[in-house]
């Protein structure tokens, strides 16, 4: 076996090789100096005390149409000169991300009633023939119930959010004017709206794969048409 030995050159001095460093580990520092080693938790089964679970089981699912219509009278519109006979074109905006809706389930029917922000441009030539406009930002009301066999109030209810399928305006309805004593020219407004529909029931099944109501007594009615009150819409419904 080779022996080692001191390697030196004259008039140097002798090789020092530098110590490593340790390196500390971010993740790991705290803020105390101390090392800490983080471990994730480990997952635990649940403990629990039945073999039964709560599920959602489907009533039904269907696509419905909502009707928002409106009859306005031409001086809402707040332009002089507006008739009629003078108007080139009616321009319907509507806000669909502000839509006022309330919903609710009675027995075999499910029933909507709410409010949809609108832009209502008119578009008109006045006395010296030059195109004017005039505008009115408003909400328009609309309603729908749809059959809805199975369907029991205490069973819950999801729209998907609505969709245009068309805007429709038709010039020249008489509608009772600002005074409410003489009918006016007006313009009718309908706007088509989409949603699909999805009612489901929350039941218990066990582990043999039986199935029982969460409350059997969620379609039991009483004799009285049930009645509900729906809350008023924020700013009164106006944009």
Do not use: W
Request: a neutral charge; aromatic letters at 4%.
């Amino acid at each position: 076996m080779a022996h080692c030995r001191k390697i030196s050159v004259p008039g140097k001095l002798p090789m020092k090789f530098p110590k490593k460093k340790e390196i500390c580990e971010k993740k790991n520092y705290c803020p105390s100096g101390c090392k800490c080693n983080f471990k994730k938790p480990e997952l635990k089964p649940a403990k629990l005390n039945s073999d039964c679970f709560v599920e959602n089981a489907l009533v039904g699912t269907k696509q419905v149409q909502k009707v928002a219509e409106a009859t306005l009278p031409l001086s809402v519109f707040a332009a002089a000169g507006v008739t009629i006979a003078s108007l080139v074109s009616v321009e319907v905006v509507p806000n669909l991300e502000n839509i006022t809706m309330n919903a609710r389930i009675i027995r075999n029917k499910v029933v909507n009633i709410g409010l949809i922000p609108a832009t209502i441009t008119v578009t008109f030539l006045d006395a010296l023939g030059a195109l004017t406009t005039g505008v009115l930002n408003t909400s328009i009301p609309f309603q729908a119930h749809t059959d809805f066999p199975g369907a029991c109030p205490e069973d819950n209810l999801t729209e998907t959010p609505l969709e245009i399928e068309g805007i429709f305006t038709q010039e020249g309805v008489p509608v009772v004017g600002a005074a409410g004593l003489t009918l006016v020219e007006g313009i009718i407004v309908k706007i088509i709206l989409k949603t699909t529909i999805t009612v489901t029931r929350p039941v218990i099944r066990d582990a043999h794969g039986n199935v029982c109501d969460l409350n059997p007594g969620r379609c039991k009615q009483d004799t009285d048409a049930p009645s509900f009150t729906f809350p008023a819409p924020d700013d009164g419904g106006l944009l």
